[in-house]
C-alpha cells in the first residue's frame, strides 16, 4: 500500500506561510501540476492570473505555489494550497523526503574493485564499474553502471557518479620535439571530489599532471562534459551539460556555466559568475559578471554592442 502524507506532513518539512483549504487532505504521489490527481502533490512556479488559471485547471490534491496567486481561495474547493517563496524548491524536498526510495546499498557482482581499496559499508557500485589502485570513496556515494575511477583518486561522502563516466583519465598534454614529434607530458597527479558532487553521465574529468584536479563541495556537473588536468572548480558550482573546462582553469564558488559554453586553459573564473549557452571565454573573468557571446563579453556590454548595430565578425568562414 501506497504511504499517504497528509497537509500536516508536508508542513512540518516546508513551513510554508499560508495553508489554505482542504486541510484533511492526504497523497500518496507527486505528479507535474497539468497531469496531476487528487492524490498527487504537485506546484505551481507562476505567479498571479496565469497561476490562478494553471491551479484552477489541476487536479492536484496538494499544490505548493507563491503567496501572490490571485483569489486563491477560489481554488481550494476540492483541493488544499500551501504558498512559500520558492514553491519548486519545497516540492523537491518533499518529493525527496516523502516518495524517493532508499538506495540499495551494495557491489555489483560484475565490478571490479583492486583489493587495495577499503569501502565504507552505505556504498553502491553499479555493474561493469572499475574501481583502481589506491582510489579512497566516502561513505553514502553512489557509482553508476560502467563508471570507471583511475588509482590514487580522492571520491568524498555522498557523491553521485553516473554512468559512463570516467574520473582519472590523463588529458592531452603534449610537446613537440625537435622532429615535430607529439612527446606526451606526464600526468602522475589525481582527481579530489569533495563530498555532495554529482557528475553526469559520460563525462571525464581528467588527473593532475603533478597535483590534483579537483570539484569542490556541492558542485554538480552534467552529462557529456570533460573537465581538464589540474582544473580547480568551487563549492556548489554549476556546470551544465557538454561544456569543455580546460586544463589549469579555476572555477569560483557558485558560478554556473551554461550547456555548451568553453573555457580555455589557465582561465580563473571569480566567483557567482553566470556564463550563457554556447558562450567561449577567453580570458579571466571577475566575481559577479555574466558572460554572452563569442567569444564572451559582458552582458552589458552585448548589448550595448546590439543597440549600437554594431557587426560582428562572422567566425564560420
Not at 551494495?106 to 553499479?126: F, N, Q, Y
Not at 570516467?166 to 607529439?182: H, M, P, S, V
Request: charged share 25%.
Amino acid at each position: 500500500m501506497d504511504k499517504l502524507i497528509n497537509v500536516d506532513n508536508i508542513a512540518a518539512l516546508i513551513k510554508p506561510r499560508r495553508i489554505i483549504g482542504k486541510s484533511d487532505t492526504t497523497v500518496v504521489d507527486a505528479a507535474p501540476l497539468d497531469r496531476a490527481k487528487p492524490e498527487h502533490l504537485s506546484f505551481c512556479n507562476k505567479h498571479g492570473k496565469i497561476a490562478h488559471e494553471a491551479i484552477r485547471n489541476s487536479n492536484a490534491g496538494i499544490v505548493i505555489c507563491f503567496d501572490d496567486v490571485n483569489n486563491i481561495e477560489e481554488l481550494t474547493i476540492q483541493k488544499c494550497i500551501l504558498t512559500k517563496s520558492n514553491p519548486r524548491l519545497a516540492f523537491i524536498r518533499c518529493i525527496n523526503n516523502f516518495f524517493i526510495e532508499e538506495n540499495d546499498w551494495g557491489i555489483h557482482s560484475t565490478a571490479v574493485v583492486e583489493p587495495d581499496v577499503s569501502l565504507p559499508d552505505r556504498i553502491k557500485i553499479g555493474a561493469y564499474a572499475y574501481i583502481g589502485h589506491d582510489v579512497e570513496i566516502g561513505e553514502g556515494t553512489i557509482i553508476g553502471k560502467s563508471v570507471i575511477i583511475e588509482s590514487k583518486c580522492v571520491i568524498g561522502k555522498n557523491v553521485y557518479i553516473q554512468s559512463g563516466t570516467i574520473i582519472g583519465c590523463t588529458g592531452q598534454g603534449f610537446e613537440r620535439n625537435e622532429a615535430k614529434d607529439l612527446e606526451k607530458f606526464p600526468q602522475i597527479g589525481n582527481v579530489v571530489i569533495e563530498d555532495d558532487v554529482e557528475i553526469g553521465a559520460n563525462s571525464t574529468i581528467v588527473r593532475g599532471t603533478f597535483y590534483e584536479t579537483k570539484i569542490g563541495k556541492g558542485t554538480k556537473i552534467g552529462h557529456l562534459t570533460n573537465i581538464g588536468h589540474n582544473v580547480q572548480v568551487g563549492c556548489h558550482v554549476f556546470i551544465s551539460a557538454s561544456v569543455i573546462v580546460a586544463g589549469s582553469t579555476i572555477v569560483g564558488d557558485h558560478s554556473w556555466l551554461a550547456p555548451g559554453a568553453i573555457v580555455r586553459d589557465a582561465v580563473k573564473i571569480g566567483k557567482n559568475v553566470k556564463i550563457s549557452l554556447g558562450a567561449i571565454i577567453t580570458k579571466d573573468v571577475l566575481d559577479n559578471q555574466v558572460l554572452i557571446g563569442l567569444p564572451a563579453c559582458e552582458r552589458d556590454d552585448y548589448i550595448r554592442a546590439g543597440i549600437r548595430k554594431k557587426k560582428f565578425k562572422r567566425i564560420d568562414k
